[in-house]
């Protein structure tokens, strides 16, 4: 069963941090490109970062560029988020997904992703 599964999620202050976890089964992150997104209450998903599938090559949105950082391990089938120097905004629910497409992630469209998460909440007080 190719599945993904997001866990680390929760409460935090303002300033604190959260790794987020997206392990895989039935497919391989290091042949695939690993899209992290978000989607807060009332606003439309967005992409947050992204690690493309031929390389190491990193993508983030400018709103979290300078404290998010995605990474790869392939040795444990896992893609993560740390993200640093929360902030209220960053509240949502986080979702990874997965792209079999090449090349530079950050212009892969979310309808190219199709194998998602379940999602893990993120709730940052101020």
């Known amino acids: 069963q190719v599945q993904l599964v997001e866990s680390g999620g929760g409460l935090v202050q303002s300033g604190g941090s959260l790794r987020l976890s997206c392990v895989a089964s039935?497919?391989?992150?290091?042949?695939?490109?690993i899209g992290w997104f978000r989607q807060a209450p009332g606003k439309e998903r967005e992409g947050v970062a992204c690690?493309?599938?031929?390389?190491?090559?990193?993508f983030y949105h400018h709103s979290v560029k300078g404290r998010f950082t995605v990474s790869r391990d392939n040795a444990k089938n896992a893609v993560y988020l740390q993200m640093n120097n929360l902030k209220p905004e960053d509240t949502a629910v986080y979702s990874c997904a997965r792209s079999s497409r090449a090349g530079q992630c950050q212009i892969i469209p979310e309808y190219a992703y199709n194998v998602w998460g379940q999602g893990t909440q993120v709730t940052v007080s101020s």
């Open positions: 039935g497919l391989s992150v290091a042949s695939n490109a």
């Open positions: 690690i493309a599938n031929s390389d190491d090559t990193v």
